[in-house]
């Protein structure tokens, strides 16, 4: 659920838990707070991921004993399980290749004459957007829903391709349907501080999927894709970060509390851990990556529009199935990126809910 739960990526403004040094003067509302504890309870045994949320996630002394490292650990393991039953229907290549390093890149994914069908379809169309902006960049998005699907059948076909699909579903670790967007990044022309995808994270403490296939050239200094080769798995020397990070959390950033723990590059080395790659790829190249390794976009040097195929896959961590899930029944699963956003416009007028995703116009997709 991109509108609803890329809050991961989004700044929000939120009071963080009362933990016992931050209660001495413990008010009506805050006591008040607690006829919420058992659905904070209930949370642990789903995606749940702000430590700022949920004062029991967010408990130093809990976490000290190792609930966030227990939650990490149970939710690998059981991503691992559902892949090893998904890898029978994954080229061996992309299999390796994603074990070893957290990412799958495959260049000339398409036939190129089938590719440029594609790209110029996108790219000419004029499409509904919604958009965000942090920092300088804008992202802009358009839900593929089954008017897209039924106006470019190579599309259609693309995203229903066997390949396609069992290369999503291993790295997501779910026979789950991904949400698809038409996405725009569009760095340095909009005035803005210092964008926060740009700091290496983790998007969350369990294997998710992001997939892009480009539409535009990427050049390495326009902003790519970063990765940290390997920081997928689950070392030793993760887990003792993990846990360090989940016990000083009170002391972090704001989107590092809201789930998302930041990294300095200077970190890695100590987690053995290499530097990020920059995926400066040609169009028609798809990069799937498992969002809980590091990452970030990288520093654009002047300004660029870069398009792409997007996908995005998270779904509930601690189920031992790949499949029985009902949003992904066909009519449901197409149309749900549609959905979202109207859905996250009427919460946010009741007060439930921020939205982040702005109106963005007609555009086409390589507009500015
Ligand atoms: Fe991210």
């Known amino acids: 659920m991109v509108f609803l739960s890329s809050r991961h990526e989004v700044a929000h403004e939120v009071e963080f838990p009362l933990g016992p040094r931050q209660s001495r003067k413990p008010d009506l509302r805050a006591l008040l707070r607690w006829w919420r504890a058992p659905l904070w309870l209930l949370a642990l045994g789903t995606a749940a991921k702000s430590f700022a949320d949920n004062p029991i996630l ?3 002394a809990l976490n ?9 650990k149970l939710a690998h393991a059981l991503a691992w399980s559902r892949r090893r039953r998904l890898a029978p229907a994954v080229p061996a290549e992309w299999r390796e290749q994603f074990d070893r390093d957290g990412f799958v890149e495959v260049r000339d994914f398409l036939p190129q004459a089938r590719f440029e069908q594609l790209r110029k379809a996108l790219l000419t169309a004029e499409l509904d957007s919604r958009q965000q902006q942090q920092g300088d960049a804008i992202t802009r998005r358009v839900p593929i829903g089954p008017a897209l699907l039924a106006g470019i059948p190579e599309l259609r076909d693309m995203l229903a391709g066997k390949s396609w699909r069992s290369l999503l579903a291993y790295v997501a670790s779910t026979r789950a349907e991904p949400l698809y967007y038409v996405q725009t990044v569009v760095c340095g022309h909009a005035p803005g501080g210092p964008d926060p995808q740009l700091e290496l994270h983790a998007d969350t403490f369990h294997p ?18 970063t990765f940290v080769p390997g920081s997928h798995r689950l070392t030793p020397g993760r887990i003792a970060w993990e846990h360090a990070r989940s016990v000083a959390i009170a002391g972090s950033d704001r989107l590092s509390q809201r789930g998302s723990l930041r990294i300095a590059p200077e970190e890695l080395p100590a987690l053995d851990l290499p530097p990020p790659k920059r995926f400066a790829v040609p169009a028609n190249t798809l990069v799937v990556i498992d969002t809980c390794g590091f990452h970030a976009r990288g520093s654009s040097d ?4 870069r398009a792409e195929i997007w996908a995005y896959a998270r779904r509930t961590p601690f189920v031992p199935w790949t499949g029985l899930d009902p949003l992904s029944i066909p009519p449901l699963a197409i149309r749900r990126a549609q959905w979202l956003p109207p ?26």
């Open 302 to 305: 002047e300004p660029t529009v």
């Open 64 to 72: 000290r004993r190792g609930l966030h490292v227990a939650r990490l």
């Open 208 to 225: 998710s999927l992001k997939a892009w296939l480009f539409l535009t050239d990427v050049t390495g200094d326009r902003g790519p894709l």
């Open 343 to 368: 859905i996250v416009d009427t919460l946010d007028r009741l007060g439930l809910r921020k939205q982040h995703w702005h109106p963005g116009g007609r555009k086409r997709p390589i507009d500015p």
């Open 58 to 60: 967010g408990s130093e």
